[in-house]
């Protein structure tokens, strides 16, 4: 099995809740081995494996434990673990739940439940901006939800932004949703969206300082986005 799996997958970088087009994505990870990662302390301490199975009937996966045993006690005392990997050109990640120790073929792994929701991106729907902006546009996130936060936005297309947040404690998971989201800039009318998030990542800044870098899309582009888009022109 090799990418051609994949590319039956969701494309463009949606996101699914389908337990059959989950199962297609984790099952090409499963045949080409592919390591998976997962942050378990405030992006400081990484699990890194690998599935060794993933139920087709949807009821649970099999992932093996890491060499690290106290990464391996860290993840197993979640309730939640979200799950990434870059595999030739796509970036995966999924969340999987109720992590168990158990054993696989006589050697220690740990069992999920099966992953509810999945992100596949790879080559993006519309070219994004990206780079340094005339100014600095901030972006208040989640400001009509529960838990408003703070962060930058470092590109923008007519599809949706990335943006960086430094609290280490916010977690992201696939699918999301930030609603009302204020992204502001001198000179600018703010914009209130709200966006579904598809993807994060662990950066590494120039100065050192590490945050997390999201990828999310406008659950309704704003007319004004092409205003957005000329600040990193």
Not at 15 to 22: F, G, K, M, V
Not at 100 to 115: E, N, Q, S, Y
Request: proline fraction near 7%; include cysteine.
């Amino acid at each position: 099995m090799g990418l051609d799996e994949l590319d039956k997958a969701p494309a463009g970088g949606r996101i699914t809740r389908s337990p059959s087009e989950i199962a297609r994505v984790l099952e090409a990870l499963v045949s080409r081995q592919v390591p998976i990662k997962s942050y378990v302390r405030d992006g400081e301490l990484l699990f890194v494996s690998r599935i060794c199975r993933a139920d087709p009937a949807g009821e649970y996966i099999i992932v093996e434990s890491c060499p690290d045993e106290q990464a391996n006690a860290e993840l197993i005392s979640r309730q939640r673990c979200a799950f990434f990997t870059d595999p030739s050109g796509w970036h995966v990640e999924f969340v999987a739940t109720a992590p168990k120790a158990t054993l696989h073929d006589g050697k220690p792994a740990i069992r999920f439940g099966f992953p509810e929701v999945l992100s596949n991106v790879q080559t993006r729907d519309h070219a994004r901006a990206s780079g340094a902006p005339t100014v600095q546009i901030h972006c208040i996130a989640d400001e009509g939800g529960f838990m408003p936060f703070e962060g930058w936005i470092v590109d923008v297309s007519v599809a949706g932004i990335g943006f960086l947040s430094y609290d280490p404690t916010i977690t992201l998971e696939p699918g999301t949703i930030l609603k009302e989201c204020r992204l502001e800039a001198e000179m600018m009318a703010p914009l209130i969206v709200d966006l579904e998030v598809r993807y994060s990542e662990l950066v590494s800044l120039p100065d050192g300082t590490q945050a997390k870098r999201s990828g999310c899309r406008f659950v309704e582009p704003p007319v004004t986005i092409k205003d957005l888009i000329g600040r990193f022109r």
